[in-house]
């Protein structure tokens, strides 16, 4: 028997949210940012569906072989840098694109007899404590770099937020104000915004925004949902029901048997659980779809297998295409339901979950 668990991704709501994107970016370009495997909905197809875009953002070299692999030809960024000396190699050989986050990649760069022309985002850190160098040191550092013959002229300043999904936090504010106050006796563009702050705060906007989460329907912002902001969905995560059992008052469902039934009661199996990325952390009362019915999981999530009350969907039968996830069960709501952000839940769909495609 196969498994029943699917991801179909929307590759018309991918387009579509990037024409959001760059409509809300009002003329800055736009990097689409396709790390952890495109937020879990697969790198290659979103690159293909994501064409349009201006430049995509990675998380390792790695993914960019494998997007020069697939053929494309746009500009890919490494978010994090290179952080051995033959990456710096590797990164010119595939054309990939560096921020420059940490003096130990200044030191690498420095430590370069040539080569062609390097394109360099240099990162400065405004108050993320992450990564990115002292924003008083830009001028240094950007006439360091310029100075190098193997590293493009025209770089490009960028800062990232901590907090720009908190829409009323002074922070965004503070960050931008110090980032605009580093750079501004220094040519070239300027790259601040992440999806929240495309959202909330249009004087970040620069000449870059960075989005990811928006292209794939998804929000961080407390309490919003993507499509709250015009965005679609481009996952649904379904399976099949595998059983139904008639268990009697007092019976207990799951391991450890968390979950009582408070009278007679249909208990139905879904054919997922931790293995295929659905949350363990998914308490009893998170809504799932049967059919076209509501239904809430009840008990623990398990490795291969979800348990569910049924008292709401009378008709629910053996076969059902049960909804975990999707443009009708938006992920944040499943993802406040299992402590957690809706990216964390797309990202976490493994291997064993088959991938389809629906659209164009
Ligand atoms: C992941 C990431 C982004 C995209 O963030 P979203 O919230 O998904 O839009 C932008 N910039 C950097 C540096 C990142 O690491």
New binding site residues.
């Given amino acids: 028997m196969s498994r029943s668990a699917t991801a179909t991704i929307h590759l018309d709501a991918l387009r579509a949210n990037l024409a959001r994107v760059r409509t809300l970016a009002e003329g800055a370009k736009v990097?689409a940012?396709v790390?952890a495997d495109a937020?879990g909905h697969g790198l290659e197809r979103c690159a293909r569906a994501l064409a349009d875009a201006d430049a995509f953002?990675v998380?390792s070299i790695a993914d960019g072989l494998r997007l020069r692999a697939a053929g494309n030809r746009q500009r890919v960024v490494v978010?994090s840098g290179p952080d051995a000396a033959g990456d710096l190699a590797e990164m010119r050989r595939l054309q990939l694109e560096a921020?420059i986050h940490h003096d130990s990649q200044l030191a690498m760069l420095e430590a370069e007899r040539g080569g062609d022309p390097l394109k360099v985002w240099l990162n400065l850190d405004t108050g993320m404590h992450r990564?990115g160098f002292a924003p008083e040191r830009a001028p240094e550092l950007h006439a360091r770099l310029a100075a190098l013959p193997a590293v493009d002229k025209a770089i490009v300043l960028?800062t990232?937020f901590a907090s720009s999904d908190e829409f009323d936090n002074e922070l965004t504010a503070r960050q931008t104000q110090r980032f605009f106050d580093a750079a501004s006796d220094l040519p070239g563009e300027r790259a601040l915004s992440?999806?929240?702050a495309?959202l909330g705060w249009p004087a970040a906007r620069g000449n870059w925004v960075?989005?990811?989460?928006?292209l794939y329907g998804?929000s961080?912002v407390e309490e919003k949902t993507g499509a709250d902001f015009g965005f679609e969905p481009a996952m649904t995560l379904t399976t099949r029901l595998v059983a139904i059992n008639r268990i009697a008052r007092g019976g207990r469902v799951g391991y450890g048997a968390t979950w009582e039934c408070p009278e007679d009661m249909r208990v139905g199996v879904a054919a997922i659980g931790y293995g295929d990325g659905y949350p363990r952390s998914a308490r009893s009362g998170t809504p799932v779809r049967v059919g076209d019915a509501p239904a809430t999981v009840i008990g623990r999530v398990s490795m291969d297998l979800l348990t569910l009350d049924l008292r709401n969907a009378p008709n629910a039968s053996v076969g059902d295409v049960v909804t975990l996830w999707g443009p009708q069960l938006p992920a944040e709501l499943i993802a406040g339901h299992a402590n957690t952000i809706s990216?964390e839940l797309t990202c976490g769909v493994t291997r064993r979950v088959l991938f389809a495609e629906d659209g164009e």
């Fill in positions: 990097m940012v790390k937020y953002g998380a978010l921020v990564l960028m990232h992440n999806s929240a495309l960075r989005v990811g989460g928006l998804l961080v990216y």
